[in-house]
C-alpha cells in the first residue's frame, strides 16, 4: 500500500541555485568536469533490462551537436523482443515495488537528488556536448531535474497521509491512493535530464514500475540517469532502460496489453499517436491506459503600447534564443502594439545582433547548435518560408562552424495566417506581428492550436488583469519571460494541442501515477 504515512518529514523545498558561471574559478571548474566527460566519450552502452545489462549489437551513436565527429557514446538499441521483455518484466515486478514502504521510496528519491546534486558539473558538462547546452542552461536543466527529485519527494508524503472525509454515521471513511502499475517514460531530447528524471522520480516514488525509453537524440544522458538511479538504490527490476527507435520500441511499448500508462514529453504528432494508439484495448489488456502527454507550443509575448520596452526586448531576446529556442516554452511570437512596433524592432534587432554562437562550451557563445543536422534542414527550411511570408530583419542563414549552428533570426509583418506564426520551428526564429490595441493583441495570442506559455508586458493593471483572464495558456507570465518555469511556483502544463495540462512541478502532479480507492468501513 502506497499509504503508510511517513514519520518524518521533509524540510521545506527549495529551489536548488543555478550557477551562473561568470567568475573564473566557475569557468576552471566546468572545465575539468568537460575534460572528464570527454574521456569517456565513445564509450558503448547497454540496455538495462529485467535487471541485468543486454546487448544487440545494433548500435546508435550519439554525438556532439556542436562538432558532429565527435561520438559522445554508442548505444545498444533495444529489439521488439527486449522491449516486450522490458514492460513484461517491470509489470511481473510491480507488485513488489508498490508495497516498498512510501518511506523508503522517498528516502530513494531524494537519494537520486543528491547524487545528481554532488555531481552537478559532470551531469552539466553532458548537457553541453550531447545537447549542445551552454553551461547556465545545462546547468539549470541538471537543477531542474534536482527539483523534481525533491520536490516530489514532497508531494509523496502528503498523499501518503490520507485527506479527511465526510464521516458517515456508523463507519470509518476514508481514501487512499494507489500507484497504478507498470508505465513507460518517453522524453523528449531538449530537456533531457530535467523531463525524464521529473517524470520518472514522479512514477517511481509513487510506486510505479517504469521502462524508459530516452530520446535517440540523448541516450547518454539517459544512462548517466540510470546509473544514478542505480546508485541510489532503486530495485535493479523497478525501472528499465530501454534505448531504441520511437517507431519501433516506442510503438510496441505503448501497444503491450501490460502497459498502464504513458508519461510523454514531445512533439503534438507523437503525443496524438500514443494517445490513439493507447485507447485500443489489446487482448489480454485489463484496464483504459493512461496517456499524460505535454506537448508543443507556440508561444507568444504580447508588447503593449504601456510596456518598459527595454525589459520587454531583453525578455523576448531570451525567450527566443536561450537554447536556440528548442524549449517548448520559447517566444516564437513577438505581438507589438502597432504604436511602439518599429521602437521595439529597432531595440530587438540591435540586441539580436550582438547575440553569440557557437560552441557552447565556450562560455562567450550565447547560443549553441540546434540538435542534429535534420532539426537544422528543417529549421533552414522554415527560415526561407518566413523570407516570404514576412520581412527579414535579422539572421535568416546558416551560422559560421562544423556544428549545427543557426542564426538567430527575427522575420518581421508576420500575419497570423502565415506558417511561421502558426507552426512549431522548434528553433532560434521569432515571427513579429503588429497588433492594433491590445484586443487585437490577445486575439492573435490566441490565435493558435498552442495554449503552453505566454508573456505580456505592460505597465496597465487592467490590461494585466485581462490577459490574466482571456490570454488561453497553461503558463502565463507578466512582466517577465516565458520561458524558465520554477519547479514548485511555475506548475508546468499546457491547453489545447499543447497536452493534458499535467502541470509538472505542481501539487497535483503525482496524481497522474496514482489512482484513489474509498474505503467505507461498518463500525
Ligand atoms: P518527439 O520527436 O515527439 O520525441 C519525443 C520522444 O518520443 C522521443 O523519446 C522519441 O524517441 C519518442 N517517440 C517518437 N516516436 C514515437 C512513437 N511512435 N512511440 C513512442 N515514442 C515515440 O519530440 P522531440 O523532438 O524529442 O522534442 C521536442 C518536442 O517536445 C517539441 O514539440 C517541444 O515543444 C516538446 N516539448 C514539450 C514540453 C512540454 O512540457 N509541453 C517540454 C519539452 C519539449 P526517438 O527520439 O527515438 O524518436
Redesign the pocket.
Known amino acids: 500500500m502506497t499509504t503508510t504515512a511517513v514519520s518524518r518529514p521533509l524540510a521545506a523545498f527549495t529551489n536548488e541555485p543555478v550557477c551562473a558561471f561568470s567568475r573564473p574559478e566557475e569557468i576552471q571548474a566546468a572545465r575539468a568536469a568537460l575534460k572528464k566527460v570527454r574521456a569517456e566519450f565513445g564509450r558503448e552502452y547497454e540496455l538495462w533490462i529485467a535487471g541485468g545489462r543486454h546487448k544487440t549489437g545494433d548500435l546508435l551513436s550519439s554525438v556532439n551537436p556542436a562538432r558532429p565527429s565527435e561520438i559522445v557514446g554508442r548505444h545498444h538499441r533495444a529489439n521488439a523482443a527486449l522491449a516486450a521483455k522490458a514492460i513484461e518484466d517491470v509489470h511481473a515486478y510491480f507488485p513488489e515495488w508498490s508495497r516498498t514502504p512510501v518511506e523508503t521510496r522517498v528516502n530513494l528519491v531524494v537519494r537520486a537528488a543528491s547524487i545528481i546534486r554532488e555531481r552537478k558539473l559532470e551531469f552539466d558538462a553532458w548537457l553541453v556536448c550531447e545537447a549542445g547546452k551552454t553551461w547556465p542552461e545545462a546547468d539549470a536543466d541538471v537543477s531542474e531535474a534536482i527539483d523534481f527529485c525533491e520536490y516530489y519527494a514532497r508531494q509523496m508524503q502528503r498523499f501518503a497521509s490520507p485527506p479527511q472525509l465526510v464521516q458517515m454515521p456508523g463507519e470509518r471513511d476514508e481514501m487512499v491512493y494507489l500507484p497504478l502499475g507498470a508505465g513507460i517514460i518517453?522524453?523528449?531530447?531538449?530537456?533531457p535530464l530535467a523531463?525524464m528524471t521529473g517524470m520518472s522520480a514522479a512514477a517511481l516514488v509513487t510506486g510505479n514500475t517504469i521502462v524508459i525509453?530516452?530520446?535517440?537524440?540523448t541516450p547518454t544522458i539517459a544512462q548517466k540517469l540510470a546509473e544514478v538511479l542505480l546508485e541510489a538504490g532503486f530495485p535493479p527490476r523497478s525501472f528499465a532502460l530501454c534505448t531504441g527507435?520511437?517507431?519501433i520500441v516506442?510503438?510496441l511499448l505503448?501497444e503491450h496489453p501490460k502497459t498502464r500508462f504513458i508519461s510523454?514529453?514531445?512533439?503534438?504528432d507523437?503525443g496524438l499517436?500514443?494517445n490513439e494508439l493507447a485507447a485500443k484495448p489489446r487482448k489480454g489488456q485489463i484496464w483504459i491506459k493512461r496517456v499524460v502527454a505535454?506537448?508543443?507550443?507556440k508561444d507568444a509575448i504580447i508588447i503593449d503600447r504601456e510596456a518598459d520596452l527595454d525589459a520587454a526586448v531583453a525578455g523576448v531576446v531570451q525567450s527566443a534564443y536561450g537554447y536556440q529556442g528548442q524549449k517548448?516554452s520559447a517566444c516564437s511570437r513577438a505581438i507589438v502594439d502597432q504604436s511602439v512596433y518599429d521602437e521595439f524592432l529597432q531595440k530587438l534587432q540591435a540586441k539580436v545582433a550582438a547575440l553569440t554562437v557557437g560552441p557552447p562550451e565556450e562560455p562567450e557563445n550565447y547560443m549553441g547548435p540546434v540538435i542534429s543536422a535534420g532539426a537544422k534542414k528543417t529549421i533552414l527550411d522554415y527560415i526561407e518560408t518566413g523570407k516570404r511570408e514576412g520581412r527579414l530583419v535579422a539572421g535568416g542563414d546558416a551560422a559560421p562552424g562544423d556544428g549545427y549552428f543557426v542564426q538567430p533570426t527575427v522575420i518581421a509583418d508576420v500575419d497570423s495566417k502565415a506558417r511561421i506564426f502558426q507552426e512549431?520551428i522548434?528553433g532560434p526564429v521569432l515571427a513579429v506581428t503588429k497588433a492594433r490595441d491590445f484586443d487585437h493583441a490577445l486575439a492573435l495570442a490566441n490565435d493558435s492550436e498552442y495554449g503552453?506559455t505566454g508573456a505580456v508586458y505592460t505597465r496597465n493593471p487592467e490590461k494585466i488583469r485581462r490577459a490574466k483572464d482571456e490570454f488561453f495558456v497553461g503558463n502565463l507570465y507578466i512582466n517577465r519571460k516565458c520561458t524558465g518555469a520554477m519547479v514548485g511556483a511555475h506548475p508546468?502544463?499546457?491547453f489545447n494541442m499543447?497536452?493534458t495540462d499535467s502541470k509538472?512541478g505542481g501539487p497535483d502532479y503525482l496524481l497522474q501515477f496514482l489512482q484513489p480507492k474509498s474505503i467505507g468501513e461498518k463500525i
Open positions: 518517453i522524453p523528449p531530447w531538449n530537456f523531463i525509453k530516452p530520446s535517440s537524440e527507435s520511437g517507431s516506442g510503438d505503448v510523454f514529453t514531445g512533439s503534438r507523437v499517436r500514443i505535454e506537448m508543443g507550443g517548448c512549431e522548434f503552453l508546468f502544463g499546457g499543447s497536452g509538472a
